[in-house]
């Protein structure tokens, strides 16, 4: 099958999908899952990761797919989808770290007022592990 009648036959589907079609909507699913699976591993280079955006990418397109307005742009619509999950993620990942700041004085917490050096030492490195 050549490239155009494949992307005839993708533009088929969704325009199909489009209308409720839901063989349409399970074949594009079918389709797209391979390919948006890579796409973000090559971007996130985690397996886990991958895999729970791949599917948060793949339910916002089946949420999403009657607003498509250019069908023949299904791809990079479809892409610009998972790509904007990961940025999301690593957004949100960013959010939940530690300050350097804080990360201080949670570890000066640790420390205890007996003046024993190796106990403190310890209690920082084990202090330290928690945090990062």
């Known amino acids: 099958m050549s490239n155009i009648s494949k992307n005839s036959d993708v533009l088929n589907l969704v325009k199909k999908a489009q209308r409720g079609c839901q063989q349409s909507i399970d074949s594009l699913t079918q389709l797209a899952n391979g390919t948006m699976f890579a796409y973000i591993y090559r ?3 985690n397996w886990d990761i991958a895999e729970d955006l791949q599917q948060e990418t793949l339910l916002e397109m089946v949420k999403s797919l009657k607003n498509l307005r250019k069908p023949q742009l299904f791809w990079s619509w479809l892409y ?4 904007s999950k990961v940025q999301h993620y ?3 990942k960013k959010a939940q770290t530690i300050s350097p700041a804080e ?5 000066q917490k640790s420390l205890r007022d007996d003046h024993d050096e190796l106990k403190n030492l310890i209690n920082r490195e084990l202090a330290e592990a928690v945090v990062d």
Do not use: P
């Open 43 to 45: 971007l996130t280079l």
């Open 80 to 83: 610009r989808i998972a790509l």
């Open 90 to 92: 690593y957004r949100q």
């Open 103 to 107: 990360k201080e004085r949670l570890l």
